[in-house]
Each structure stands twice: as structure tokens, then as C-alpha cells.
């Protein structure tokens, strides 16, 4: 991935003109003073592991698995926030690794953990390096030093067990190597977040990852029916049935993690039928109160379509749903909605047919498979998108939650609020604040917002006072700090108001257990 920003640099692309003109005149967006720094502009720490810790390393898995050149430590450093991106951008790599390390079995994984143990290295685990909330930058105070755990060489489809449904995989196979290897036995995952193209399958799982078609699919961790778990203390192997009632399930204990209890070395995973056919869709709704209605119809009613989205009207004028076409078409007003069907092609249409009684009933308007489809087209693109505005001089960022039915007009109102309010200028310019529903559950919803405004001076203290009014906005309305993104250390502390002291205190006894020496990820995910 591009060290300073999204993904492939071949596939960035520029602003429209237009799409500029509207970030100067609505926003006061400029170009920054100062181009982004170069790669060999970065500025790194001097390394700061010992020769006999770095000797003790090789020794675990080959002296050719151990990295500390700048290379390899400019690129694990931090994930793909924007204030990661911010500071890489400015030539700041002062988190960097002192090395990266890459194991390549479950016995080198553990050897990792007790030498670095032994010498007090903190262990940041390593899958795409697609973290957003801060989830891979380990505290140093205290530690002789920091390595990245690269986990790619640990990418083996394992077993396929077609009868159960089941398969057995290792944590470092990225989405569509995952989804190669098992489209050849029939199967798939289902599992397409937009991190999909350089996520890992252990980043999801360590990060209670949700798809894009989790309405259809389920999220992440409703897949994970087994794990193999290398800690400082020994190896965790957990789920050996379909359901068990044989006490408290510790697979909940890893799913969600981050790395701060152990490294996942092996995951069980459910698997379904490759889908033969599949279809998407736009449907038109007034207003996003109307369009939410009809998405809890039908994730409490049916049919529930695989992918099932909704954008307010903000979202849908600027056309976001379709990021690489973005600024290029009318939306035409109201809400968009879109809808996705897989399966085989006869049970498809059935189904289309049945979604469309329903939301016509309840005033949508069917805009046919365009919409969709251009959505479907573009659907890994944002994240390019978000570098194009930073280039521009614009601060860019989305944040995400999730509460029951009857609470998101409430969190809606209450985000926005909190973003225009910490983000608008003393010449009265507010941000631009747009919202989709991501995901739908019978009994709730997550709310996927994007904001742009014009840089700051100091974007991220700009960005920081901002994050700081939503977190608690999100707290006082009662929706969750985050839905699937993860914790790290940007929702550390609302995550401790979320759980309370008690629960706090519980999972530091389980750090405590697990990691005595505190070494696995530190300052990630536990208050």
C-alpha cells in the first residue's frame, strides 16, 4: 500500500474541476502551504533495539524475517487515519517500528512473544496496516524498543471441510486472496468491508470487522467459530462446536482484541455457497427518516437484500455512493438507497420482486440497476477519494456507530450537531456532514458519517477537538463508540465510559494474565 495514503498509487485519481470549485467557494478549502513530504523526507528514529534482542529475533524466525531498514519501517508505521495520514504526509515517523518481523508459523509467533518478553519489546501485531482509530501505534514509555509483528507470510488456506461448512485459514491471507482460494472449492466469505482489498483475515476478526454486505453474510465475527491464539503465557485454542453451553465463550475475549491479548495464529471460519448470480439496485426515498423506516421493515420483516444501505440527503446530493464518480451526475434529491441480491439467478428475482412490493408500499421509488451497480463499481474507492481532498487542502475523516431503532434520529441529530459545531469557523463556514446507514439489524443500525472542511492551521488539533465533541455526543445519545472499526487508541477512553470501571478493571485482569509483561500492543484498546 501507498505509504502516505490509500492503497495502489495507480489507481489515484484527481478532483473534477467542479468538485473543487465547490470546495472553495462552500467550504473556503485552499491548497496547503507546504507539499506533502517524499519518502526520503520521512523522518525516523534511530532504531532502538539492542544486537542481542535483534540476534534473539533472527534466531525465531531467519535473520532474512527480521526488516529494520527504512523501507520497512516507513511503511509499518501507524494505520490510514487521517491524522495517521496527516503526520506521514508532513514526514513524521516518529512511530516507526525499530523492526519488522515476520514469522512464518504458529511456533515462530510464539517464540516472538517470549523473546520479546524477555527483553521488554512491545509487539504491534501487523495484517494490511488498514487501521483507522489509531490501532497500531504501541507506547514506548517503559519498553526498549517496538517491532511490527508482520503477519503475511502466515497466509495458507488450511483445510476445507465442504460437509461442516467450515474452513481452516491463517491470518495474514488478505480479502481477495481469501476469496480466490475458496472460490476454487465453490465457497466464499461473503466478507467485503471497504478495507477488503489489503485487510487481513485476522485484522477483521482482531478488529470485529462488518461487511458490506453483512446484512446478507452477517459481520465478521459471526463467522469465526474457532481460533488459535499465540500468547506471552502459552497458546489459546478456542471453539470446537457449532454452539456450546460450556460457560462463558473466550472466543469473544480475542474477537475485538486488537492484538493486546494475544496474536491470532489460525481461525475456523463459516463459509457459504459461491452466489450465481447477484444484483443491485437504487431505490429514491423523500427523506432519510422515510428511507430508514423502510430499511428496519425489512431487517425486521424480510426480505432482508444482502447489501442494504441508505444515504441522508446530504450524502446523496454530493453522491458519495458512488465515489469514483463523485460530483459528475444530479442526484436528483431525497435519499438513496441501495440494495443488493445474491444467490441463484431465479431465487434473485424472486426476491427483487418481494423487496420492491414492500418499500414501494412504503413510498419508495425504484430507480432501477444503475444506481447499484455504479455503487458496486466503485465501492473500494473512498478511501482514494480522501486523499485527492487532502492533497486539495481539505481535512477529511468518517467516523462510525450504531444504536437501537428507536434511538438513531436522536444520534444523528446529535453528531451532526457536535461536527458543525467544533468544526465551524469564526467567519461562520460549517463542514460538510454526511451520514449513511451502513448496516441494519433487526433491532438497530450503524450510522457511517464523512465530514469534510477546510484545513486548519494545525488540522490535527482541528481534527482531535472534533473527534473529542463526537465521542461524547455519541455516549450522551447511547450509541456505541464503535461498530467496526475497532477501538485502538483514538476510542479508548469513551470505550472505558462505554464499559465502566468494572468492566475496565476486567480487562486489564485479562491483560494482566495473559501479558504479564504488558508487552503485546500497548496503549491499544485497554484504558
Known amino acids: 500500500m501507498l505509504w502516505s495514503g490509500w492503497g495502489d498509487p495507480a489507481k489515484a485519481a484527481g478532483l473534477l474541476e467542479p468538485v473543487r470549485g465547490l470546495l472553495r467557494e462552500l467550504l473556503g478549502v485552499r491548497e496547503p502551504a507546504r507539499p506533502a513530504a517524499t519518502f526520503g523526507e520521512v523522518r525516523l528514529n534511530a532504531p532502538a533495539l539492542t544486537a542481542p534482542a535483534l540476534a534473539s529475533l533472527g534466531a525465531a524466525v531467519g535473520d ?11 511503511r509499518h508505521t501507524r494505520g490510514k487515519s487521517t491524522p495517521d495520514l496527516l503526520l506521514m504526509r508532513a514526514g513524521d515517523g516518529s512511530d516507526a517500528p525499530d523492526a519488522v518481523v515476520l514469522p512464518g508459523s504458529h511456533a515462530e509467533v510464539c517464540e516472538v512473544l517470549r523473546v520479546c518478553a524477555r527483553h521488554r519489546i512491545a509487539v504491534v501485531p501487523f495484517g494490511g496496516g488498514t487501521s483507522v482509530v489509531g490501532g497500531l501505534v504501541a507506547s514506548r514509555e517503559g ?56 485487510a487481513t483475515l485476522g485484522g477483521f476478526a482482531a478488529a470485529r470487522s462488518s461487511g458490506q454486505a453483512s446484512s446478507g ?6 463467522m469465526v467459530v474457532g481460533l488459535t491464539v499465540a500468547t506471552p503465557r502459552g497458546t489459546l485454542e478456542l471453539g470446537r462446536a457449532p454452539k456450546s453451553a460450556a460457560g462463558p465463550d473466550l472466543r469473544q475475549l480475542v474477537l475485538g482484541s486488537e492484538g493486546a491479548f494475544g496474536v491470532i495464529t489460525s481461525l475456523r471460519l463459516r463459509v457459504r455457497r459461491a452466489p450465481s448470480g447477484r444484483a443491485y439496485e437504487g ?53 438513496l438507497a441501495v440494495l443488493g441480491y445474491e444467490g441463484e439467478p431465479g431465487e434473485v428475482a424472486a426476491w427483487r420482486e418481494r423487496t420492491a412490493a414492500t418499500l414501494s408500499a412504503l413510498g419508495g421509488v425504484p430507480l432501477g440497476p444503475e444506481p447499484g451497480e455504479a455503487w458496486a463499481r466503485g465501492r473500494f474507492g473512498a478511501p482514494y477519494l480522501r486523499d485527492a481532498l487532502l492533497e486539495a487542502g481539505a481535512t477529511v475523516e468518517t467516523l462510525e456507530t450504531a444504536c437501537f431503532w428507536s434511538g438513531v434520529p436522536r444520534l444523528y441529530d446529535a453528531v451532526r450537531r457536535a461536527l458543525a459545531a467544533a468544526l465551524t469557523t469564526p467567519g461562520g463556514v460549517g463542514p460538510l456532514v454526511m451520514c449513511h446507514i451502513s448496516h441494519v439489524y433487526a433491532t438497530g443500525a450503524s450510522l457511517y458519517f464523512t465530514v469534510v472542511t477546510a484545513q486548519a492551521a ?61 508487552i503485546l500492543n500497548p496503549g491499544v484498546l485497554i484504558p
Not at 532474512?64 to 516507513?74: N, S
Not at 453474510?217 to 459471526?222: N, V
Not at 453522491?319 to 459528475?328: N, S, W
Open 143 to 198: 519498553y526498549a524498543g517496538v517491532i511490527a509483528l508482520d503477519l503475511r507470510r502466515l497466509d495458507r488456506l488450511l483445510s476445507v471441510d465442504a460437509e461442516s461448512m467450515i474452513v481452516d485459514a491463517e491470518p495474514g491471507l488478505r480479502g481477495p486472496q481469501a476469496e480466490r482460494l475458496l472460490a476454487g472449492h465453490g465457497l466464499t466469505l461473503g466478507h467485503f468491508p471497504q478495507s477488503y482489498e489489503y
Open 217 to 222: 453474510y452477517g459481520r465478521f465475527d459471526d
Open 64 to 74: 532474512g524475517h527480521v526488516r529494520a531498514d527504512d523501507d520497512a519501517r516507513i
Open 458 to 518: 494545525d488540522p490535527l488539533a482541528q481534527w482531535a477537538a472534533a473527534k473529542r465533541a463526537v465521542n461524547e455526543a455519541i455516549g450522551v445519545t447511547g450509541g456505541t463508540i464503535s461498530h467496526h472499526h475497532g477501538v485502538g487508541r483514538d476510542h479508548r477512553d469513551a470505550y472505558a465510559a462505554e464499559i465502566g470501571a468494572l468492566g475496565v478493571e476486567i480487562l486489564r485482569a485479562v491483560k494482566e494474565r495473559l501479558d504479564p509483561e504488558g
Open 283 to 335: 431505490w429514491r426515498f423523500a427523506s432519510f427518516p422515510e428511507g430508514a423506516a423502510a430499511l428496519r421493515r425489512l431487517a425486521q420483516d424480510g426480505p432482508a437484500p444482502t447489501v442494504l444501505r441508505l444515504s441522508d440527503e446530504t450524502e446523496t446530493m454530493v453522491g458519495l455512493a458512488r465515489p469514483d464518480e463523485i460530483g459528475a451526475l444530479p442526484s436528483g434529491g431525497g435519499c
